[in-house]
T-cell receptor, first 112, second 112 residues
Framework: GQQLNQSPQSMFIQEGEDVSMNCTSS?????WLWYKQDPGEGPVLLIA?????ELTSNGRLTAQFGITRKDSFLNISASIPSDVGIYFC????????????FGDGTTLTVKP | SQTIHQWPATLVQPVGSPLSLECTVE??????LYWYRQAAGRGLQLLFY??????ISSEVPQNLSASRPQDRQFILSSKKLLLSDSGFYLC???????????FGPGTRLTVL
């Protein structure tokens, strides 16, 4: 089946620093999604990307849908303590009953 | 707007006991529904998904089963819990056709 490689697995950064994480796949997707999960809660959708090359922002978050449709990245600028959590990427194909393929997540720790 | 509920929020059960976790969605019709399990600090493992009442697809062989008795109700069950069934169980929904998944708050299950 399809697999996503999400990196890095974890990040420890200082408050105010910028963060970058990415996902790559051996196969193409029609949609890329980025979620954030706070401890003990369900993941929350941050950004959805629908078109190759698309660059979308949501506040301090920016994500891009790779031109090859096999990768995506998420950047967080000027990190703050509440950015702590697990970030998941997910790829979606139109012909897969709505099932998404999820990366294993990037755990972000922000030191004040 | 759409809302997804899960209960209970936490559950501690002895090995060999039965299990029933419930998920309901409000504000939408004919959703795709999903059950995931997440081990501590790990990614999301898709257990079951459903595209309609009574239609269940299992992703991995295991000690669990799922049912969809109503359009917006998804139930995860087990006849006899194992220690390895412990984890964080997440229900999600998406609109019919390819679309983003939206997650519930999760149920923390501990099997002792």
């Amino acid at each position: 089946g399809q697999q996503l490689n999400q990196s890095p697995q974890s990040m420890f950064i200082q408050e105010g620093e910028d963060v970058s994480m990415n996902c790559t796949s051996s196969s193409i997707f029609n949609t890329w999604l980025w979620y954030k999960q706070d401890p003990g809660e369900g993941p929350v959708l941050l950004i959805a990307l629908y078109k190759a090359g698309e660059l979308t922002s949501n506040g301090r978050l920016t994500a891009q849908f790779g031109i090859t449709r096999k990768d995506s990245f998420l950047n967080i600028s000027a990190s703050i303590p509440s950015d702590v959590g697990i970030y998941f990427c997910a790829g979606l194909l139109n012909t897969n009953a709505g099932k998404s393929t999820f990366g294993d997540g990037t755990t972000l720790t922000v030191k004040p | 707007s759409q809302t997804i509920h899960q209960w209970p929020a936490t559950l501690v059960q002895p090995v060999g006991s039965p299990l029933s976790l419930e998920c309901t969605v409000e504000g939408t019709s004919n959703p795709n529904l999903y059950w995931y399990r997440q081990a501590a600090g790990r990614g999301l493992q898709l257990l079951f998904y459903s595209v309609g009442i009574g239609q269940i697809s299992s992703e991995v062989p295991q000690n669990l089963s799922a049912s969809r008795p109503q359009d917006r109700q998804f139930i995860l069950s087990s006849k006899k819990l194992l220690l390895s069934d412990s984890g964080f169980y997440l229900c999600a929904w998406s609109a019919r056709g390819p679309g983003e998944q939206f997650f519930g708050p999760g149920t923390r299950l501990t099997v002792l």
